[in-house]
């Protein structure tokens, strides 16, 4: 009984709302489990901005952000190729590839990426330079579920598409940010957080190992 009252708790505190300011998940294998799932708290959605930074040294395919529904596996994927410099949005498994980025290795990047289910444009924006806005298309996304560390493809993981590296400040709106949000995001000023993931108030649950750390700083 008090196992089972033990384990209630701590179901309970993982579905408890965290203040993750100055903290980071890091994901330090490469694994088909290790996985964060997010608690959207909304039924559908029709536009989004996705904002993130992280830090890796792979220069394997890995997803970055996975947001799946009972359509499509891959309804809103960032998705990082095997070509240089570039990066590719996926919206109802399809894509587009965004070119031109300094890709550096063990190096901190600011990644944005936005998508309208009206227009059907998406754009990328990386370490404060936004790309071309290119046709994708697309229909609202409905009973989300969203992943960290995995790219999800029909409820499964392929450990040769995991994230290995440290991950920070996620945070998603159900609409597409102007220019100038975007980039106080980017230089990491008084933003508004995100209406859908706030990395100041994340519910989420983390399997496998998958650490929350302070987040590496520059000594001064």
């Known amino acids: 009984m008090a196992v089972l009252l033990l384990l209630v708790m701590l179901t309970a505190c993982a579905a408890r709302p965290q203040d993750l300011s100055g903290q980071m998940f890091t994901f ?8 964060v799932k997010m608690d959207v708290g909304r039924e559908s959605i029709n536009s989004a901005t996705v904002c993130l930074r992280f830090i890796t040294d792979l220069n394997r395919p890995y997803g970055l952000f996975s947001l799946s529904t009972t359509k499509f596996d891959n309804h809103f994927l960032i998705f990082k190729n095997t070509a240089a410099n570039s990066l590719d949005l996926y919206i109802n498994n399809k894509s587009v590839r965004f070119e031109g980025l300094n890709y550096e290795l063990n190096a901190w990047h600011s990644l944005c990426a936005t998508w309208d289910a009206a227009s059907g444009l998406g754009q ?8 071309v806005k290119k ?21 499964k993981f392929d450990s040769k598409q995991s994230f290995v590296g440290m991950m920070s400040d996620v945070h998603m709106w159900d609409y597409t940010l102007s220019a100038c949000e975007i980039q106080r995001y980017m230089d990491d000023l008084n933003f508004t957080p995100g209406n859908v993931l706030n990395w100041r108030a994340l519910t989420f649950q983390a399997t496998g190992r998958v650490l929350i750390e302070t987040k590496d700083m520059t000594c001064s």
């Open 28 to 35: 330090p294998e490469e694994t088909n489990t290790a996985n």
């Open 124 to 131: 990328m924006w990386f370490d404060g330079k936004g790309s």
């Open 135 to 155: 046709f994708i298309g697309g229909s609202e996304i409905s009973q989300p579920s969203i992943v960290l560390g995995q790219d999800s493809y029909g409820n």
